[in-house]
């Protein structure tokens, strides 16, 4: 498991006390909190302009698109 370091974002080792791209200081990997992340389960077709994700995303636009998938442009509703 890599370590990212808080300040500049390069990756270390997990055994790392310094980041070895600025030497920060980096946390154990005992430290580290446990991020948790919803994944949003809608179906293809429904993905259009106007369309609300997670009640507080609306689609702008498609960006892009390969064999992995689609790239949406968000707005965030403030």
């Known amino acids: 498991m890599a370590?990212?370091?808080p300040k500049c974002h390069s990756d270390n080792t997990d055994t790392?006390?310094?980041?070895?791209?600025c030497a920060t200081s980096l946390p154990s990997s005992e430290e580290i909190?446990?991020?948790h992340t919803k994944t949003l389960e809608t179906p293809r077709?429904?993905?259009?302009?106007?369309?609300?994700?997670g009640g507080d995303m609306r689609i702008i636009e498609e960006l892009g698109k390969s064999g992995m998938?689609?790239?949406w442009g968000l707005s965030i509703k403030k």
């Open 16 to 21: 790392a006390r310094f980041c070895s791209n």
């Open 33 to 35: 909190p446990v991020s």
């Open 45 to 53: 077709e429904e993905f259009t302009r106007g369309t609300i994700l």
């Open 3 to 5: 370590i990212k370091c």
């Open 69 to 71: 998938g689609k790239v």
